[in-house]
């Protein structure tokens, strides 16, 4: 059973920056896709960022994060990555790690991470 273990949560200021990690217990190549989700306290898991893991597709990023979070992928450490800029307080949530693929240009999750907390103070 392939594990995904995240990393990198914390409680930082607003306007600071986290990097979340997911390692992967498998080579990441033998999958489709990969995302990134979180949910807020009180609300539902909403979808972040995905990435295809084949080369010559590019990330997708939900509007809330788009020109501060990156999603990448690093296949020699099994590795995917959500660099978090300029964070604000609506961030704050559990982020989860998802493996997952693309139905229709809709990104569907197959297994998930345990999760990791992201605090961000005002």
């Known amino acids: 059973q392939v594990r995904l273990v995240e990393s990198g949560g914390g409680l930082v200021q607003a306007g600071e920056s986290l990097r979340l990690s997911c390692a992967v217990s498998?080579?990441?190549?033998?999958?489709?896709?990969m995302a990134w989700y979180r949910q807020p306290p009180g609300k539902q898991r909403e979808l972040v960022a995905s990435?295809?893991?084949?080369?010559?597709?590019?990330?997708k990023y939900a509007d809330s994060v788009k020109g501060r979070f990156t999603i990448s992928k690093d296949g020699a450490k099994n590795t995917v990555y959500l660099q978090m800029n300029s964070l604000k307080s609506e961030d704050t949530g559990v982020y989860y790690c998802?493996?997952?693929?693309?139905?229709?240009?809709?990104?569907?999750?197959?297994?998930w991470g345990q999760g990791t907390q992201v605090t961000v103070s005002s």
């Open positions: 998802s493996r997952g693929r693309y139905i229709g240009g809709v990104y569907v999750t197959d297994s």
């Open positions: 498998a080579n990441i190549f033998s999958f489709t896709a």
């Open positions: 990435i295809p893991i084949l080369i010559g597709n590019s990330p």
